[in-house]
């Protein structure tokens, strides 16, 4: 018998989060997977980041996690999204190479101290007394445990699907696993089925390029880790992405198979991704659109492979490749394989605490897909949250919450403990309310200090980030302080056709004009009398950030002082065993949401769907008495 202080299942995102961080913090670590060299291996497309979900990599980077790390070794192409609107929005992303990205994944595992890969599968879990205390595996090895982190991705009991031809599976070529929903079930779980797709794989010298509209990377992009060599960055040569289009032809050779669709026979009962539909979903869904775009992505730098992103599809082979060969660039396209659909089981998230352990099994987390998201981010940002609880449950150090204005992790995790889901969740910007302080270039500000603090981030690191931290602030208040002379700056307003100055200004005024950059109006000054001038010149992501506090002053006071005002009700504390059917002021439907998910505070309840303002009223005069 083994006996680790922590087994996590899977090696997906969330997995490799969770042990890499558990193991950094002390805890002795077994990583189950089928597989060692599937590690991180990309299931959909070869991306990380995207909108929202780029400020989650941030994040975990800032946390001491992984993914921004190996997203920069592998990417091929990098791009900020969102550019033309607000920062609060500008969200950064990288086309991967899948195979690259999963070999250096493999890498970062295995050179990890504390931390074992066992390849196995998982089929049974074991609790004594309501706590987790170890598993079975497949080949009859038992392994005791402190805690247990269930990251198994699309695995448990899949399906997947392609026209009315169902195959067991977890993900193409892989096997499902089985069993382990048994235990949970038997422990008092509740359990249900979702489904998400994936787009045929096309041959690349099958493909037109020439007709297509192209979609190079960014000249000088960014990188998702500061702990990335700027110098060296990027690191692999950097290829373009595409875009096409279908149109009412290919999207009538695709009705022709909706009677083999397993969507609608009902051959698939778990609910799709409502953000990402496949290509079936959207001609129903929205059929007064004549074309749905779609993006050509390569697969790796060696890779004859290319995804065709938007086009999702679990209908039969032979039609999905006859309407292909519609679409504009692709007449003579080869379809490597075509898409498909996995069906698979997922535990209601109403069943977690905002930690990540479950409600009725102590020691016992679940991390990921088996919480009803979509998306890598999404389940790398539970996953180092899981793994950083889990460590500090062992260790009888307090337990760790990330709240909804600190990032978007914790708008994440609270969204689906007090809304659970029954689709799967993917993250937007739209749901934080205060996006505006949550922007992916202050998470070091936000985070990096809780990294620190559990062991995750170097101190040379940290000690790097209060010097950052500490020009900010002189930044700050030599912008509030140092007038600037009409006769100085009026050149550099005429040039960028803004209104002249008659007396002095200062340079957080001026720097709140939209038609002036922060560094044209430093420029004008003299950087040898103010040594912080130079100092913001020769760091541009220091000016960066600086500019943007400036300019965006006002919204973000605004946002901070709503924040103050809703701490008031994080902190008001509801107890755990707190019995809700006993008061029949709060209505019924209140009741049973209350009941359901157990909120810690009267911030947390007031978010659960179902519970009215007027719930809220009467439970905290209740409290308050």
């Not at 189950?32 to 980041?49: E, F, L, Q």
């Not at 790390?69 to 990288?94: E, H």
């Not at 290829?239 to 609608?264: A, I, Q, W």
């Not at 912008?479 to 200004?505: C, H």
């Amino acid at each position: 018998m083994l006996n680790y202080d922590i087994v996590v299942i899977g090696g997906g995102h969330a997995g490799i989060e969770a042990g890499i961080a558990a193991a950094k913090m002390g805890c002795s670590v077994a990583m189950i997977t089928m597989d060692k060299n599937a590690i991180g291996r990309m299931s959909c497309n070869p991306a990380i980041g995207g909108s929202a979900k780029g400020h989650i990599v941030h994040e975990i980077d800032a946390l001491g996690g992984v993914m921004g790390m190996i997203a920069d070794q592998t990417g091929i192409q990098f791009r900020t999204l969102n550019k033309s609107k607000g920062p609060s929005v500008w969200a950064g992303r990288c086309q991967s190479d899948r195979k690259l990205y999963s070999k250096e994944a493999v890498k970062t595992v295995l050179s990890t101290n504390n931390l074992d890969v066992i390849e196995d599968s998982v089929i049974a879990a074991f609790e004594e007394d309501k706590k987790i205390t170890g598993v079975r595996t497949e080949s009859g090895t038992e392994i005791k445990c402190k805690a247990l982190i269930v990251a198994s991705g699309t695995f448990l009991n899949g399906i997947m699907h392609t026209g009315l031809n169902p195959v067991i599976g977890g993900r193409y070529g892989e096997p499902a696993a089985h069993g382990l929903t048994r235990s949970f079930l038997d422990m008092g779980f509740l359990v249900d089925r979702l489904k998400t797709g994936t787009p045929p794989r096309l041959k690349k010298d099958t493909i037109d390029f020439s007709v297509l509209e192209e979609q190079p990377g960014e000249e000088y992009p960014v990188p998702f880790s500061t702990r990335t060599d700027r110098n060296n960055f990027p690191v692999l040569p950097q290829v373009s992405c595409h875009l096409t289009y279908t149109d009412e032809n290919v999207h009538k050779v695709l009705e022709k198979g909706f009677d083999r669709s397993p969507m609608f026979t009902g051959l698939i009962n778990g609910a799709g991704p409502r953000y990402c539909p496949s290509i079936e979903d959207k001609i129903v869904r929205f059929s007064d659109k004549p074309k749905h775009q779609l993006f050509l992505e390569p697969e790796g730098l060696d890779s004859d492979q290319i995804y065709l992103n938007g086009f999702s599809s679990s209908l039969p082979a032979e039609i999905q490749f006859e309407a292909l060969r519609l679409i504009k660039g692709l007449e003579n396209v080869e379809m490597v394989r075509p898409g498909y659909a996995v069906e698979y089981d997922y535990f209601p998230p109403h069943q977690v605490d905002l930690t990540l352990e479950t409600k009725l099994i102590s020691g016992l987390y679940f991390a990921g897909q088996i919480n009803g998201t979509s998306g890598y981010e999404e389940a790398a940002g539970q996953g180092i949250l899981a793994g950083i609880n889990a460590a500090l449950k062992i260790q009888g150090k307090p337990e760790f919450i990330l709240k909804r204005s600190e990032a978007y992790i914790g708008v994440l995790i609270d969204d689906l403990v007090g809304k659970s889901t029954d689709e799967p969740y993917r993250m937007f910007t739209s749901r934080a309310e205060h996006r505006l302080i949550l922007r992916q270039d202050n998470a070091e500000r936000r985070l990096l200090k809780y990294g620190f603090e559990f062991g995750l981030i170097p101190e040379d690191m940290y000690n790097e980030h209060l010097k950052f931290e500490k020009l900010l602030v002189q930044g700050i208040d030599f912008a509030n302080s140092f007038r600037v002379s009409p006769k100085i700056i009026n050149q550099t307003l005429k040039k960028n056709g803004s209104s002249l100055l008659e007396n002095g200004e200062t340079i957080n005024k001026l720097a709140k004009r939209p038609e002036l950059k922060l560094k044209e109006i430093l420029l004008a000054l003299d950087s040898n009398r103010f040594p912080i001038i130079k100092s913001l010149l020769e760091n541009n992501e220091l000016l960066e950030h600086l500019e943007i506090e400036l300019k965006y002053e006002g919204y973000i006071k605004r946002q901070y002082e709503l924040v103050e005002k809703m701490e008031k009700l994080e902190e008001t504390s509801i107890p755990t065993d707190f019995n809700y059917q006993n008061l029949n002021t709060i209505s019924a439907e209140g009741r049973e949401k209350l009941s359901k998910v157990r909120p810690r505070s009267i911030g947390q309840a007031s978010r659960i769907s179902g519970v009215s303002p007027a719930d809220i009223s009467v439970l905290m005069i209740y409290l308050k008495n």
